[in-house]
């Protein structure tokens, strides 16, 4: 497949096939496009600190924090930091994680990094997801949004498989586009960093692990 | 029989066709739990997988723990209480800074526990991952918004759990006091194997 059109001095230019995936180390400042160019790709993604890749993507913590199963603008660490800002329309499926397809995918994307079973927790997928009725049943809501933006806020390897959603009956998907370039992470004078307490503790914490550790 | 105390953490081998049964003692008491394969710990307890498995967000009698290779581990066999949580996750020390503030870090939390217990089976921080809160009640509005609230179990409620294959599970006595989910007065539980 052709490689997507990307802004100059990108660093990550690519489309993924129905059931493929792709993998990639992303500096501190990063931000990566996910675009749904026909409609129909499912993004499930998982986070991890490439620096102590134990510290993961917390669905639970994110959700819980930010008070919202159906979205937030913070995808966090089970040690209370940010691992990425988002802006997605369509909110994200923190619920329902992936088919046994996306797991395989993950299993070998992680390995490409050193990472087996153990380092895959619970994950999040763009484009596709469900609601929660009164009684807890689920209901699949199909397709929605066209773009996503994630900013790495740790340096961060992203693994990413284009997979049906659990609960589609169909169980197709069509084709994920990615593309990423170099720019900031979220700083203290951006509105994002005040913009709820708990996201504002959330930053502070991300801040101070990176000042004592000599990378801010 | 064993009553765990009021923040403590529990584990235990228990095998195929054994049950657990959780007891709430004095009510509206959350009981964090994690299950794991006892034969190859990487297979563990999925709440996702549960969830999409049986189309509901809530644990209740006839629900199947599944693991993340879409294996049965536990199954829910009777449930007095009539449903449970497991999108909410285990607090913890940091995430506790985030929805609390920082000053209560200090705070015991359930990853503690599971760490604890963990490090007996030779289990670790990449093995926690979201986890089941027995008579934990948190509700999702139709615009998403999910919260902590006030329990709907008391005294003497109880589930049972049959083990499927053998497993060790791991329990944290929720030590939470800063959302209703212990009434803000963590108490004990019982435990059996039988």
């Not at chain 1, 802006?87 to 993950?106: H, I, Q, V, W």
């Not at chain 1, 087996?116 to 929605?144: C, E, I, M, N, Y």
């Not at chain 2, 066709?17 to 394969?37: M, P, W």
């Not at chain 2, 829910?76 to 870090?105: F, M, P, Q």
Request: net charge negative.
């Amino acid at each position: 497949m052709e490689r997507p059109e990307a802004p100059e001095g990108a660093v990550w230019a690519e489309h993924v096939a129905p059931d493929g995936y792709t993998h990639r180390v992303l500096a501190r400042g990063t931000v990566f496009r996910l675009a749904n160019p026909e409609g129909g790709a499912c993004a499930h993604v998982l986070l991890h600190h490439v620096d102590q890749p134990w510290e993961r993507l917390n669905v639970a913590d994110t959700v819980k924090v930010q008070w919202n199963a159906y979205g937030g603008h913070l995808l966090l660490s089970d040690q209370g930091r940010v691992l990425a800002s988002v802006e997605s329309e369509s909110g994200y499926d923190a619920l329902c994680g992936t088919t046994p397809k996306g797991r395989d995918m993950f299993v070998r994307a992680a390995a490409k990094h050193g990472l087996g079973k153990r380092d895959l927790p619970p994950s999040l997928s763009f484009f596709q997801g469900a609601r929660v009725r009164p009684d807890g049943s689920l209901h699949f809501t199909g397709p929605a949004g066209d773009v996503v933006t994630l900013r790495a806020e740790l340096p961060l390897v992203v693994l990413i498989a284009n997979t049906a959603h659990p609960l589609d009956p169909d169980g197709a998907c069509t084709r994920l586009e990615v593309t990423a370039w170099r720019d900031q992470p979220t700083g203290p004078d951006d509105p994002l960093w005040t913009a709820t307490p708990e996201g504002r503790r959330a930053f502070e914490n991300t801040h101070e692990y990176l000042s004592a550790r000599g990378s801010a | 029989m064993t009553v765990v105390a009021a923040n403590a953490g529990w584990s235990a081998l228990i095998g195929a066709g054994q049950t657990l049964t959780i007891v709430d003692l004095e009510g509206n008491q959350a009981v964090d739990f994690l299950v794991y394969s006892a034969a190859d710990t990487a297979e563990r307890y999925s709440a996702q997988d549960t969830i999409t498995a049986q189309g509901n967000i809530f644990l209740t009698t006839g629900s199947v723990l599944m693991s993340n290779e879409r294996n049965p581990l536990m199954t829910v066999v009777e449930d007095t209480c009539g449903r449970h949580d497991t999108i909410g996750g285990a607090c913890s020390k940091e995430s506790n800074t985030l929805r609390y503030g920082h000053h209560t870090r200090p705070q015991h939390a359930c990853v503690e526990n599971f760490l604890a217990e963990g490090a007996k089976w030779g289990l670790g921080k990449r093995d926690l991952v979201s986890n089941v809160n027995w008579y934990m009640n948190v509700p999702v509005e139709q615009d998403g918004t999910l919260g902590i609230v006030d329990g709907i179990s008391s005294p003497g409620l109880k589930v049972v759990l049959r083990a499927e294959v053998d497993v060790i599970v791991l329990v944290s006595n929720c030590p939470q006091v800063n959302n209703p989910c212990n009434g803000f007065n963590p108490t004990p539980v019982r435990l059996e194997v039988a």
